[in-house]
């Protein structure tokens, strides 16, 4: 009996390729179930079996629980507590008392019953092993060969019986494949699941791109060149910008090859998918001027704090650096991750000349200076009373007919207007009384509302624009609260 046990694990460890205590478990797991049954399934087993000779034991047992415990189903499988220390004073609540029983024939077991359950745990020890081969290759491209198309999803045969899945989101667009072709994809993730491994591919993302050009660009293999962001409009156009790592190495051109040929092999890997190469650069508002091309930028005005840029082109250019559907300025701002506004020249300097004349008026008004002082401090960059209250006095000092006395009134001045405006706005929002959409609110009080409506939250879509954060830093209220009263305020967005 033993060598007929050691024969089917041989045989079965051979022919799928799996670990030999995996048939070991399987078989104990069949005997177990078949004396089981043959109990009427009143009592529980546990079978064990020799590694070497192929003999095995069979045990009754019952987990120990606690006296307090209520048994429904399975009674004869478990045994109190207080019961359980009669036998072994040591046991405690979880683990099991067993006794030796008559042992069922392997021959008898059902051949039926064997056979399941050994490919079931066949089947789940090669589900694993597909899950920890291929969890060590995410993020690589694979290749495979096309083995039907569902609903647009395409599902490709890696090789081995292990099937992977491309998403129909995750096509590049206007592209068609038919079974039997090659295709290959990036490795986005892996999952065991009971009906076996889900392996998903992508050809839209971003890393699928970054991997091709490390295919076709040994030098970004080798770290003379790295690619620092990319940007794409999938199956149309993406920009790819580049640093290299050797000064004597042009980054560009290495990414575009002789005649064009790396950056053609990636564009044809991707249906045709048009790739600007472009130079990345430590100074953002450059990075920003390449981001653009082919359109030339003139000028270019950064605000910091809103994290923007507003872009002046020719007149003649503004198209062609918009774009088709504003495709070139929206790429370009993905890949520097800058807010980007494109105007023509002329309305840049229309713009910068509204901006300049309210800055003046501000200035005029608030530090009671005249206008040409005023344009003074335009000039020198100067745009809010805070930047004339809090910035060192030593950088006001280098302005030409500046001196100390007239910096001191100044930074004064701007702090003295700083306080009035404070105090105007705190004694405006504690007259404020809230808007009847707010009042009305399902959810909201009127102590809640006046307690917004002392924070600038007047109206309902005041309330909407907010974030539960916000919400929380105003009222003394718990997030789930908070949520629902923002929901209740976003529901005319909904409607619309």
Request: proline share 3%; aromatic share 4%.
């Amino acid at each position: 009996m033993g060598k007929e046990i050691l024969a089917v694990v041989e045989i079965m460890a051979n022919e799928k390729g799996v670990d030999k205590e995996i048939i070991f478990d399987a078989i104990e797991t069949a005997l177990a179930t078949a004396t089981r049954k043959s109990h009427g399934d009143d009592i529980d087993v546990r079978v064990v079996i020799d590694r070497d000779t192929g003999e095995y034991e069979s045990f009754q047992r019952w987990e120990v629980i606690e006296d307090a415990t209520a048994i429904e189903d399975n009674v004869g499988w478990y045994i109190r507590e207080m019961d359980a220390v009669d036998i072994d004073p040591n046991i405690e609540v979880g683990e099991f008392i067993e006794e030796p029983i008559e042992s069922i024939d392997f021959g008898r077991i059902g051949a039926q019953t064997a056979k399941q359950v050994i490919i079931q745990k066949v089947r789940e020890a090669e589900r694993k092993k597909v899950v920890a081969e291929y969890s060590k290759r995410v993020g690589e491209i694979l290749t495979g060969q096309v083995k039907r198309v569902d609903r647009g999803d395409v599902i490709l045969d890696l090789g081995e019986n292990v099937d992977a899945i491309i998403p129909r989101n995750q096509l590049v667009a206007r592209e068609n494949f038919r079974m039997g072709d090659r295709v290959r994809g990036y490795l986005q993730s892996v999952e065991f699941r009971p009906r076996g491994p889900q392996l998903t591919m992508s050809r839209a993302c971003n890393e699928m791109l970054m991997e091709l050009f490390k295919i076709e660009v040994p030098e970004i293999g080798d770290d003379l060149i790295d690619v620092m962001s990319v940007a794409r409009d999938v199956g149309f156009r993406a920009k790819v910008a580049v640093r290299g790592n050797d000064p004597r190495l042009d980054p560009i051109g290495a990414c575009v090859g002789m005649r064009g040929s790396r950056v053609q092999s990636v564009m044809n890997e991707l249906n045709g998918e048009r790739i600007d190469i472009i130079q990345w650069d430590v100074n953002d508002a450059q990075f920003v001027i390449n981001a653009m091309a082919p359109a030339e930028v003139i000028s270019i005005m950064v605000d910091e704090d809103k994290h923007t840029m507003d872009l002046a082109v020719d007149d003649e250019q503004l198209s062609q650096a918009i774009g088709k559907n504003g495709q070139n300025v929206r790429l370009a701002s993905e890949l520097t991750g800058w807010e980007l506004n494109v105007m023509s020249q002329s309305a840049m300097s229309e713009k910068h000349n509204i901006e300049s004349k309210s800055q003046i008026d501000v200035f005029v008004n608030a530090l009671d200076v005249d206008e040409e002082m005023a344009e003074v401090l335009v000039a020198e960059g100067f745009s809010t009373l805070e930047e004339v209250a809090y910035v060192p006095a030593v950088e006001m000092l280098d302005i030409d007919g500046f001196d100390e006395e007239i910096v001191t009134e100044l930074k004064q001045r701007a702090k003295d207007a700083l306080l009035t405006s404070a105090i105007a706005e705190e004694e405006r929002l504690a007259l404020a009384e809230p808007a009847d959409d707010l009042l009305s609110l399902e959810g909201m009080t009127p102590e809640l509302a006046k307690t917004l409506a002392g924070s600038g939250v007047i109206t309902q879509e005041d309330l909407a624009e907010l974030s539960i954060d916000e919400v929380l830093e105003i009222l003394d209220i718990n997030e789930e609260t908070a949520g629902e009263l923002i929901l209740k305020a976003r529901a005319p967005w909904f409607e619309e």
